[in-house]
Structures are given as structure tokens and as C-alpha cells.
């Protein structure tokens, strides 16, 4: 029976940290590190998770300026308020929360963010560096996924790693990290013939299709390490993750649970980014 990777008790841990780091930098340079949240339109489930991203930065002592624009938005005034965000000094993450009503585009809006207030890494400069390995802003759910694999203790230099999925919010960020890692990784994708037999050859496996159950459990090497991004509501109301998490915990060494795995790693990863990047902006280096 596989161990459960607690993803709420590490958040709680990381988050206990970035608070200490947050006070720290507030008494070296007289004002807290800030977060702008930006969210347009009325979508439920991103103003749930904005408002859990604001909610976590009271706690941690970062300053957190929202910013709530109708759903008739035009591109000009969005990009407007990412200039005026760009210049503010007490501002130093800009998070722009995706998706997008369907008239704007984010990839403009994204490239339109000062690189160095980027604390979601989807800006090409972020993108670039994390594609040649020199510091940055990395993506925060794949940067959950690293510090989750991390607890496990399992080493992945030489390991066979694969990631279900191709996202450039969390599979393709996720392979780059794991590649950095020195695993052995294979990136997977709706057209990857034979899923199940690559899957199989995974010790570390990381699943983020945003398809419920697609990994069954007999598809898990026996002692591999699961790592679970999907979180998919059930008509019933049930949330489940993208791996059938009783047959895979039957055979995994270690797994996430859903909810309670990478969930609430991502809001830490953002708050820590958050910090990083009023660190790397006041003190210099980015
Ligand atoms: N929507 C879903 N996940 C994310 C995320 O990590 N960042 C942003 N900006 N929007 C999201």
C-alpha cells in the first residue's frame, strides 16, 4: 500500500517559511512584498481560487492588491493596468488569472508582464530561462510537483520519469524541471500510442491531462512514485483526480492524494515566487 504524499501539511510547511522570509524582507526594506491579482469577468472557479490566493497572502504578510474587471474588459485597458502594475513599487508579482474571457488574449496580456513580476513563469523570458536552465520564475503547480517529489526522499537523477500531459502551465514545465533533475523523462500527449506500456515504465509519474481516472492502476509500476495534477469535479460533486487512485495506491510506493496533493501546493509555490521575485527586483539579480 503506497505511502500518501501530504500535499496540505508540506503547504502548511512552506508557507510557515515564506512568512519568515516575507517579514524578513519587510524589516530590511520598510514595506511587505506585493502581489496584484487580477481577475476579469465573473468565471466561479477562478474567483474561488483568486480569492484563495488573496486569503493566503494576509496570512504569509504579502501585501495583496486585487484588481476585479468586467467580463467587457477590452484588451486596451487590460493592458493598461499591466503597464500601470509594471511601474508600481509596491508591486511585485502580477498574477493574471487564466483563463481568459475568450476576446482577450493571454498570451499577449503574459508578454505584456514585467518579466521579473511574472511569479506564474509564463512569460517567454521565464519560459526561455527555464528552457536553458538558469534561474528565474518557474511555473508554481510544476514547482509543487518538484518539492512534492522532493519529500519522497526518491532520487531521480537516472530515473525513468514520465509526464502525462503537455500543458504549458504544468506538463511541459514539469518535464523541464524533471530534466533538470537529470531523470530520464518522456513527455506523453493525447497521440501517445500505447499510453498504458509507457506509463507502466514510469518510477516517477506525473499525471496532469484533466482527464478523470485515465490512468488506471494497473497501469502503475510497482513501487513507482504517482504524482496526481488532475482535479476533476464529478456530477456528483466529488472531486477526482486524472489516476484511479485506489487500484494505483495498491501498487505505487507513493502517491497524492486528490484533494490534498498538488492543490494546495500551487498557492504555496506562489506565495514563495512572490517573495523570490520582490527579492530578486529590490536586491538585484533578476
Ligand atoms: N488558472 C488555473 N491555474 C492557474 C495558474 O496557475 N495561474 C493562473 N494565472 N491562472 C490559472
Known amino acids: ?51 484563495s490566493k488573496r486569503r493566503a497572502c494576509a496570512e504569509v504578510g504579502i501585501a495583496s492588491f486585487p484588481f476585479e474587471l468586467p467580463e467587457e474588459t477590452t484588451m486596451r485597458e487590460l493592458l493598461g493596468l499591466v503597464d500601470e502594475l509594471n511601474r508600481r513599487e509596491d508591486v511585485h508579482g502580477i498574477l493574471v488569472q487564466l483563463p481568459l474571457p475568450s ?21 517567454p523570458v521565464n519560459q526561455g530561462k527555464l528552457l536553458q536552465g538558469v534561474p528565474g520564475l518557474r511555473p508554481c503547480t510544476p514547482l509543487g510537483v518538484m518539492e512534492l517529489l522532493a519529500r519522497t526522499g526518491v532520487p531521480l537523477a537516472g530515473a525513468p520519469a514520465v509526464v502525462v500531459g503537455r500543458s504549458t502551465l504544468v506538463g511541459k514545465p514539469t518535464a523541464l524541471l524533471l530534466l533538470e533533475c537529470h531523470a530520464t523523462v ?33 497501469w502503475v509500476r510497482t513501487g513507482a512514485v504517482v504524482i496526481d495534477v488532475g482535479i476533476n469535479r464529478l456530477p456528483s460533486g466529488e472531486l477526482i483526480g486524472d489516476v484511479d487512485f485506489h487500484t494505483a495506491s495498491a501498487r505505487a510506493a507513493w502517491i497524492t492524494p486528490v484533494p490534498g496533493g498538488v492543490g494546495p501546493m500551487t498557492v504555496a509555490m506562489l506565495l514563495r515566487n512572490t517573495v523570490q521575485a520582490a527579492r530578486w527586483i529590490v536586491e538585484g539579480q533578476a
Open 103 to 123: 476576446h482577450l488574449s493571454a498570451q499577449t496580456v503574459i508578454a505584456a508582464l514585467d518579466p521579473r513580476k511574472d511569479v506564474d513563469g509564463l512569460h
Open 186 to 218: 518522456t513527455l506523453c500527449h493525447s497521440r501517445t500510442r500505447d499510453l498504458a506500456s509507457v506509463v507502466r515504465s514510469a518510477e516517477v509519474l506525473v499525471v496532469a491531462a484533466g482527464r478523470p481516472g485515465l490512468v488506471r492502476g494497473d
Open 1 to 51: 500500500m503506497a505511502q500518501l504524499i501530504d500535499g496540505k501539511a508540506v503547504a502548511r510547511e512552506i508557507r510557515e517559511q515564506v512568512r519568515n522570509e516575507a517579514a524578513e524582507f519587510h524589516a530590511r526594506h520598510g514595506r511587505a512584498p506585493g502581489l496584484a491579482t487580477v481577475l476579469v469577468g465573473s468565471d466561479p472557479a477562478s474567483a474561488t481560487y483568486v480569492r
